[in-house]
């Protein structure tokens, strides 16, 4: 059964420094792998979406790998901003048409 | 991407009453529908997945008799809480999909019982 774990579970940075969060999962034949951003007592906004066939993903200050064979993802916030803050959630899909498993998150929080 | 309505964003019911929360995939055709619970500082834990036109297939340790979910149509699927309980109070959201693609996500309901 695939599980997801995300490490570490809280970051406190300040502005302005680059950061990685990390996503390990334990059934590495997985169909694709998503980021997400939450803020508190909100939904979910999709940040990147990498496909299994895909080694990363980018958009704009937001960086996502995904190394199937180690079962692991990155997701790398550029420059961050107090408006990074947030809980992000890696999910990963096992099958095409099958549900998400999440991992547990990493708060983060950027002080200005 | 797609839009993804889920309703009501929060309610407040008395303890041993029902609550339905409504799941609509606005702008596509949704043939699976995904429900999930939250509880504080926890991850999302599915509940339960339904496809159009079937039975919902159940997460174990998910009482199907206590969760009503329906999915009649293919842009609306609900999931009904019975006979509510305080440690049913939650973050219940749903996500759609169809086909193959991606699943895209509701705002989430704050469901809180008294």
């Known amino acids: 059964k695939q599980e997801v774990t995300q490490i570490p579970a809280a970051l406190s940075v300040p502005e302005g420094e680059n950061l990685v969060l990390n996503c390990s999962f334990t059934d590495s034949a997985i169909y694709n792998l998503q980021w997400f951003r939450q803020d508190p007592g909100k939904g979910l906004t999709s940040l990147l979406l990498?496909?299994?066939?895909?080694r990363e993903q980018t958009s704009g200050r937001l960086n996502a790998s995904l190394d199937k064979s180690s079962g692991r993802s990155t997701l790398y916030i550029a420059a961050s901003q107090p408006g990074d803050s947030a809980t992000y959630l890696c999910a990963a899909r096992n099958q095409a048409g099958t549900a998400l498993i999440f991992g547990k998150g990493t708060t983060l929080s950027v002080s200005s | 991407g797609a839009v993804v309505s889920q309703h009501p964003s929060w309610v407040i019911c008395k303890s041993g009453t029902s609550v339905k929360i409504e799941c609509r995939s606005l702008d596509f055709q949704a043939t699976t529908m995904f429900w999930y619970r939250q509880f504080p500082k926890q991850s999302l834990m599915l509940m339960a997945t339904s496809n159009e036109g079937s039975k919902a297939t159940y997460e174990q340790g998910v009482e199907k008799d206590k969760f009503l979910i329906n999915h009649a149509s293919l842009t609306l699927s609900t999931l009904t809480v019975t006979s509510a309980h305080p440690e049913d109070s939650s973050f219940y959201i749903c996500s759609a999909a169809w086909g193959d693609t991606e699943a895209f996500f509701g705002q989430g309901t704050r469901l809180t019982v008294v």
């Open positions: 990498i496909q299994s066939s895909q």
